[in-house]
C-alpha cells in the first residue's frame, strides 16, 4: 500500500515542483533545467558503462569483494536515469547520488542487508526450500576443433551443407 501512494503522489509532487520552481526562475530557465539534466543523464549513462565493468574486472582480479564497485556503479546508473526523467525531485535525487560519500552510506547499508553463503565443494547445492540438485557430467574432448571432424551420423537439418 505505501508504494502504491508513494507512485500516486509522485508525479504530484513533481507538478507541483514545476509550478513553483517554474514561476521563480521562469519558463525558459524551466525548460533549460529539464533538458540540461537529461543530456547531463545521457552523458553519465553513457559514461558508465565501460567504467564501471573496468572497476568490476579490476577488483575482482585483484580478488576483492565486488559490491563496493557494483554497487557504486548501480547506483550512478539510477542518478543517470533520474537525471533523464523530467522533473526537478528526479533531478535532486539524481544529483544527491552523484555524491560519492552518499553512494558509499547507501552500499554501506545495502551489503549489511546481504548475506553470501559459501559452499564447501564436497556438499552438495541446496535451494531455499532444502531440496538438493545434484547430477553428473562427463567432459568430452573432441579434438583440435581446426580440424575436420568426420561425422558418423547425417546432419540435423538445421545447418546447411
Sequence with gaps: MPAIAFLLLWPLIEIGLFVVVGGAIGLLWTI????????????????LGLSTAERLRG?????RDPIGA???????A??????ILPGFLTDTLG?????PPLRRALVA???RRVTVASMQSD????????????????EVDHGDPRESVTRSSPPSGWTRH
Design 32 to 47: 533549460v533545467v529539464v533538458i540540461g539534466s537529461g543530456i547531463g543523464g545521457i552523458a553519465l549513462l553513457r559514461r
Design 59 to 63: 577488483e575482482m582480479g585483484r580478488m
Design 70 to 76: 557494483a554497487g557504486d556503479g548501480v547506483l550512478l
Design 78 to 83: 539510477l542518478a543517470a536515469l533520474l537525471l
Design 95 to 99: 544529483l544527491l547520488l552523484l555524491l
Design 109 to 111: 547499508a545495502m551489503a
Design 123 to 138: 556438499e552438495p547445492a541446496r535451494r531455499s526450500d532444502g531440496i538438493v540438485i545434484d547430477g553428473e557430467f562427463v
